[in-house]
């Protein structure tokens, strides 16, 4: 009985079987498999790349929870530890704002008004609880009764700070309570803080002291003395 091989043999005459090397051999199965009905049903791109995102993510977390006391749930603690921690200083702080620098922020806008008409809108933001537009308007109250006082001189453009080192020349007495009321306008109006009825009462208490304080003046030039 004649093998397999035989019969292929004798089936093809005294011709040599057919033989071919590896590397042609690899160039044709790689030609026949990049034909697109072996990859109609690939992953996208995109999923490619989501799926190398998460095994990158899946090795980093499998890194850092071996390292950390107490494995996987160590790690668990610790990422919700500076979670609150991040959510503790952002209450505290507030949102925080880029801002120019107090000193060249203007203390008044365009729209001129009364000492009187600073101090009623501060009162009507203080009803409803508007801690952070109340303070504000209480301080361009203060500063405008000074200036319609002439104690200070109009000026537009002038700054809280301007405000506070002028006014504290007529009330020395004052000096630092005015600094710290101008230093107060700044972080609420432009440093993104938040101010408190606390922060309202303290305000508004110089408004009503330096509104009743009578001011030192300096003595006439050519004066007896």
């Given amino acids: 009985m004649l093998t397999a091989a035989a019969r292929l043999t004798r089936a093809g005459g005294d011709e040599p079987p057919v033989t071919i090397s590896r590397d042609p051999a690899r160039e044709a199965a790689e030609r026949e498999l990049s034909k697109p009905a072996y990859h109609e049903n690939d992953p996208s791109w995109f999923m490619r790349a989501l799926n190398k995102f998460w095994d990158w993510v899946d090795e980093l977390f499998s890194a850092a929870s071996g390292a950390a006391p107490g494995g996987t749930l160590g790690l668990i603690v610790i990422i919700l530890a500076v979670l609150a921690l991040g959510l503790l200083l952002w209450w505290r702080l507030g949102t925080p704002r880029r801002s120019p620098a107090s000193s060249q922020a203007p203390l008044f806008d365009d729209r001129p008004r009364s000492a009187a008409e600073h ?99 300096p003595s006439p030039a050519g004066a007896l003395r």
């Fill in 119 to 217: 101090r009623a809108a501060a009162d009507a933001h203080a009803a409803q609880g508007h801690w952070n537009q109340a303070v504000q308007e209480r301080m361009r109250a203060l500063v405008r009764s000074l200036e319609e006082r002439a104690l200070l001189d109009p000026r537009p453009g002038r700054t809280a700070d301007e405000a506070a080192t002028e006014a504290a020349r007529p009330f020395p007495a004052h000096a630092d309570a005015l600094h710290q009321a101008a230093r107060t306008f700044d972080d609420i109006a432009y440093g993104g803080r938040t101010a408190t009825q606390a922060t309202y009462n303290t305000l508004t208490t110089l408004d009503t002291e330096l509104h009743h304080t009578t001011p030192s003046l």
